[in-house]
């Protein structure tokens, strides 16, 4: 089996000091960076390719609403031009910077918010999708399996990777706990690892009341601001490792070649 092993990282913000990228970025395959409008900016942009690219580590992009007061993680309502002004601005600035670099993105993964309403929302989905492909037909769109995200991918004919969350429980519809919520996170290592091994062994989501989605799975996140990311990271890869599980960048995955 392989699977990808990702993390949200350059969300240096008033919200958190990013103290967790360079040493995340010797445990994971691929990056997805913040594009400066939710958090970062274009020096942190720059700083995390550099180390991504020194770590064999590959990058995308993770727009998200222009908000950094709230992290990203508040809903606002675009219309559909306004959403698609949002997402091509932040996919010029990151795919300028990575060219510069010689290490070009392979994906997007929407944010917050924006990625928590595009599970629910079909046609923010497409606008996301559309964006995506009008952009570079060739990237990865990074969605929640058996959401509108998913299903829209499949629309638009766009390359998708399936992705589950380790540090994150999910509620019985197949969607993460709402971060209000005592239970939102799993910050167990142990926890974590086993949730994920049982979660590919079976192809399911593992719900927090015990049910069980089947679905297709192809990358892990972490988030990279989390204060068990590290440990959760260094042991889900370990744990991956000893159940003979290959990690490849995203974007290696046979799926995509």
Request: hydrophobic share 35%; proline share 2%.
């Amino acid at each position: 089996m392989e699977i990808n092993l990702n993390c949200d990282l350059g969300e240096k913000s008033i919200h958190y000091d990013g103290k967790n990228d360079l040493p995340l970025l010797k445990i994971i395959n691929t990056a997805n960076i913040a594009c400066g409008y939710h958090a970062g900016n274009n020096l942190t942009i720059h700083e995390t390719i550099k180390e991504a690219k020194n770590n064999t580590v590959s990058v995308g992009a993770h727009p998200g609403f222009n908000d950094k007061e709230n992290f990203g993680r508040k809903k606002i309502h675009l219309t559909k031009k306004e959403l698609s002004k949002l997402l091509r601005e932040q996919l010029e600035i990151i795919n300028e910077i990575s060219l510069k670099q010689q290490w070009p993105i392979t994906h997007v993964k929407p944010h917050g918010a924006l990625n928590n309403m595009a599970c629910e929302n079909i046609e923010i989905s497409i606008t996301i999708g559309e964006s995506i492909k009008e952009f570079n037909k060739d990237l990865i769109f990074v969605v929640l399996p058996l959401t509108e995200m998913e299903k829209a991918a499949k629309n638009l004919n766009l390359k998708y990777a399936c992705e589950i969350f380790a540090d994150r429980n999910y509620e019985d519809n197949g969607q993460l706990v709402s971060r209000s919520k005592e239970h939102a996170s799993v910050i167990d290592p142990k926890v974590a690892s086993s949730n994920i091994l049982e979660m590919l062994d079976n192809s399911y989501i593992k719900c927090y009341s015990g049910k069980k989605i089947k679905c297709e799975i192809d990358t892990i996140c972490i988030h990279g601001d989390g204060d068990k990311a590290l440990l959760i990271a260094e042991n889900l890869k370990n744990s991956l490792l000893q159940n003979n599980i290959q990690l490849l960048n995203l974007n290696k995955l046979k799926k995509f070649l």
